[in-house]
Nanobody, 117 residues
Framework: QVQLVESGGGLVQPGGSLRLSCAAS????????MGWFRQAPGKQRELVAT???????VYAASVKGRFTISRDNAKNTVFLQMNSLRPEDTAVYYC???????????WGQGTQVTVSS
């Protein structure tokens, strides 16, 4: 089973930046679809961004142009660079790894991002 460990969350002022990291265990990282999701208090978990093994990316409209997802297959790590952060970006951010052919659908424990002055 794939295990995911997120890091990089914290408190930042509006307009600031944070970089989240998600380290994955195992040897199939390069063929997994990796994603970042977030869940704010009282709201459903929502997609932020995904990146495929061939580096195809998808972004939520609310973060497009401000957030960048990337991956380093040699280090089994996916990143989320978040710029121009807004208070509405405040949420717990979760890393997700999927490979349906192999029956993989794993989640990290989440990392808190708080955007506040």
């Amino acid at each position: 089973q794939v295990q995911l460990v997120e890091s990089g969350g914290g408190l930042v002022q509006p307009g600031g930046s944070l970089r989240l990291s998600c380290a994955a265990s195992g040897s199939i990282f390069s063929i997994m679809l990796m994603g970042w999701f977030r869940q704010a208090p009282g709201k459903q978990r929502e997609l932020v961004a995904t990146i495929s093994g061939i580096l195809s990316t998808v972004y939520a409209a609310s973060v497009k142009g401000r957030f960048t997802i990337s991956r380093d297959n040699a280090k089994n790590t996916v990143f989320l660079q978040m710029n121009s952060l807004r208070p509405e970006d405040t949420a717990v951010y979760y890393c997700n790894a999927v490979n349906r052919a192999l029956g993989v659908d794993a989640w990290g424990q989440g990392t808190q991002v708080t955007v506040s002055s």
